[in-house]
């Protein structure tokens, strides 16, 4: 095994499955162009030509319906946007043709369509490049969505997105790109709809999505200092959610926390919330609790943008809330590594 | 002269009228519960269109699809199975009258919102051109769908990619109760599309014959010039929006310009004109008993046929290998 980054192990299951599947084809806005979506489809139309790896009109919605016209027609294609927030545009094709064209049929037309999409996130990124969204996808029957933390889950899950015969939303954290782990060199694939203990823990549960993994696993870190450990359940794929994982982590702890990378309200804190209340009644020690963004539009200053994203600290809070303890002195630690990381401008 | 061609047309376009004339005499027994767009004063369009693009042709439609629907499939069984909403219809009465589909007959998709199904034409052409299987896709809208954004996105798309897809613009002056005039801030379509790169076609004729011509050198100059190919079709709807009824002189549909065109009715046209191809009254009659046959069969076999099971519910929400 070697370690590679998040975005390496994106490039590698597309060029993997590329070289395996001629059918396949990767395209969105400035694709080929040099910044190679960050570097994610670095080699790809050197070596699988502009047939397969190509530029297309600045035409969300038209080139959204394209690749379902052309998953319907024996092609399996890679939509790609630098940004979740321009998948917006093609909100109509997503929900009223790409998630019913099975049904139109029922289910005897394949269509093996995945729309990688990036959030951003800091550098004054605004509240038109930093939406993560996830929740309006899994809202509509008929879409996948799948948002992996790690580099082998990143890896495991792209490839089984690309396998798949139904269309599937992957959601990359821009932040997320740079974290390393040692992944396979062969392709491999992670099932779609399956969580993972992220860190196993006995005394709180801490279901947390993409990004808020990071900030749960500091928070994790700094709380076993003074023997709290946390157990962190990264769902992975929040459409289908299946919720088995988190249900029997919260069975022990008796405490849970939804540490979502959204708005809180009416987004997938709010369905998981549900589900473990539903589920583990009688075993809960306090009402589950949900993190995310403000309810507000993401400003671009970074000192309101502190305000707006939820971190670790606001994870090691709720956690002494829940379970009694008195505040500790968390005046030391650097909560943000990354915010001065990260130095734009996309 | 007997002549195949003539007959075939005038067949497909006597079926889709006697099939929604059978819906406008059944609709009021409340059976058919899916909201019709009736392709009435229509077929001549479809049928030219669907008999150019031959079998292997691939056609992505929208609400007021009955017409394309059956030129395309000559399913009459499927196509009124999926009215009543029962488990010989295309989706088991899932989809209904707004969504019929066909794909292994070629009729791919119908969008009930206006433009929503012409960019996977565009996509399913990319795909065949990638395999080079000669196959035409082909959108199939209203001339409403101009005025979307996703219809310049799609031609835009298709002409920079030089894909073989034909782009078809059924228009019948209308979208819903609105007249082109309150809608459209240009003068002529094609004077517009003509700026784009590909070829641009058009035909305000009602002889099934002449627009199966025209759509014939829309596909020809597909294939030798390798880029999209345009055409707009003028037409009438003879009945409302939605519904059976035929509305008059509520403000946008006069009486007197409903029978200045009734009066060139293509199928009324077509059967005329086969007369002085050599067929006889009895000869059409005889074509026609059987197909009407056929139509009320269907309708009979349709209604006789059992709903999907509760469980039909969850079918087909994903891919489901069979």
């Known amino acids: 095994m070697r370690g590679i980054d998040f975005c390496e192990a994106i490039r590698e299951a597309m060029w993997q499955e590329m070289e395996r599947d001629p059918t396949i084809f990767v395209y969105g806005i400035g694709v080929p162009t040099h910044a190679k979506i960050f570097g994610s489809v670095k080699g790809l139309s050197e070596r699988f030509g502009l047939d397969r790896c190509f530029d297309t009109p600045i035409s969300e919605e038209a080139m959204t319906g394209f690749g379902l016209g052309a998953a319907i027609n024996g092609l399996r294609p890679i939509h790609i946007h630098i940004r979740v927030d321009f998948l917006l545009l093609a909100i109509n094709q997503l929900v009223n043709m790409v998630s019913t064209f099975s049904y139109s049929t029922r289910g005897q037309v394949k269509v093996p369509l995945v729309i990688r999409v990036v959030v951003g996130r800091g550098w004054g990124q605004g509240y038109q490049h930093s939406k993560s969204l996830h929740s309006y996808f899994a809202h509509i029957p008929g879409l996948k969505v799948v948002l992996p933390t790690t580099p082998r889950d990143a890896k495991g899950l792209l490839i089984s997105a690309i396998r798949d015969d139904n269309p599937v939303i992957f959601i990359e954290h821009r932040w997320l790109y740079w974290a390393v782990e040692d992944v396979p060199e062969e392709p491999f694939t992670i099932p779609i709809g399956e969580g993972r203990i992220l860190r196993p823990g006995k005394d709180m549960t801490i279901v947390a999505t ?20 946390v157990e962190i359940v990264d769902p992975r794929t929040i459409a ?35 589900r473990i209340s539903e589920k583990c009644f009688g075993q809960l020690k306090s009402p589950v609790t949900r993190i995310g963004f403000a309810q507000t539009p993401c400003p671009t200053v970074r000192c309101l943008e502190n305000e707006f994203y939820p971190n670790a600290a606001a994870i090691v809070r709720a956690v002494e809330s829940k379970l009694g303890l008195k505040p500790m002195d968390l005046s030391k630690e650097d909560f943000c590594s990354h915010e001065r990381r990260f130095k734009g401008p996309f | 002269m007997k002549n195949n061609l003539s007959l075939d047309l005038y067949r497909q376009m006597y079926l889709i009228r006697r099939a929604e004339e059978l819906i406008v005499k059944h609709y009021p027994e409340d059976e058919m519960k899916t909201p019709m767009h009736m392709s009435m004063g229509q077929e001549a369009v479809a049928v030219a269109v669907c008999h150019a693009l031959g079998p292997r042709g691939q056609v992505f439609g929208f609400y007021r699809s009955h017409a394309v629907f059956l030129a395309k499939t000559e399913d009459p069984e499927q196509f009124f199975g999926e009215l009543y909403g029962k488990v010989t219809g295309t989706a088991h009465g899932k989809a209904g009258s707004m969504h019929l589909a066909a794909p292994d007959k070629g009729f791919m998709c119908a969008s009930a919102v206006v433009a929503s199904s012409i960019p996977l034409a565009v996509g399913a052409a990319f795909a065949n051109k990638q395999k080079r299987n000669g196959v035409i896709a082909c959108a199939y809208f209203g001339d409403g769908a101009l005025e979307e954004g996703v219809f310049w996105e799609s ?33 002529c379509i094609t004077d517009v599309v003509r700026h784009f790169e590909g070829s641009v076609y058009q035909e305000d004729s009602t002889d099934v014959e002449v ?9 020809e100059s597909i294939k030798s010039q390798g880029k999209p190919s345009f055409i707009h079709l003028k037409c009438r709807r003879y009945l409302d929006h939605i519904g059976i009824a035929a509305e008059f002189d509520v403000g946008y549909n006069s009486k007197a310009e409903f029978e200045e065109w009734f009066a060139r009715d293509s199928v009324a046209l077509q059967r005329k004109k086969l007369f002085s191809d050599g067929w006889t009254e009895e000869m059409l009659a005889d074509e026609e008993r059987r197909i009407d046959a056929r139509l009320e069969e269907s309708v009979r076999k349709a209604a006789l046929a059992p709903f999907p099971a509760p469980e039909e519910l969850y079918r087909g929400v994903f891919y489901e290998r069979h």
Not at chain 1, 214 to 228: D, F, N, Y
Not at chain 1, 249 to 273: L, M, P, Q, Y
Not at chain 2, 165 to 187: I, P, T, Y
Not at chain 2, 211 to 219: K, N, Q, T, V
Request: glycine share 6%; proline share 2%; net charge negative.
């Open chain 1, 210 to 229: 993409s990004w808020m993994n990071i900030e749960a696993l500091l928070a994790a870190k700094i709380l076993s200092r003074t023997g709290v450990e």
């Open chain 1, 240 to 274: 289908p959610f299946d919720d088995t994982l988190a249900v029997e982590s919260v069975r022990k702890t008796g405490h849970c926390i939804v540490a979502d990378n959204d708005w809180v309200d009416c987004g997938f804190s709010a369905e998981a919330a549900a």
């Open chain 2, 155 to 187: 031609l835009n798309a298709a002409c920079v990619m030089k894909l073989p897809v034909l782009f078809v613009c059924e228009d019948n002056g209308l979208a819903v109760h609105s007249k082109r005039e309150v809608r459209q801030g240009f003068k």
């Open chain 2, 211 to 219: 627009l199966y011509g025209r759509a014939l050198e829309a596909i």
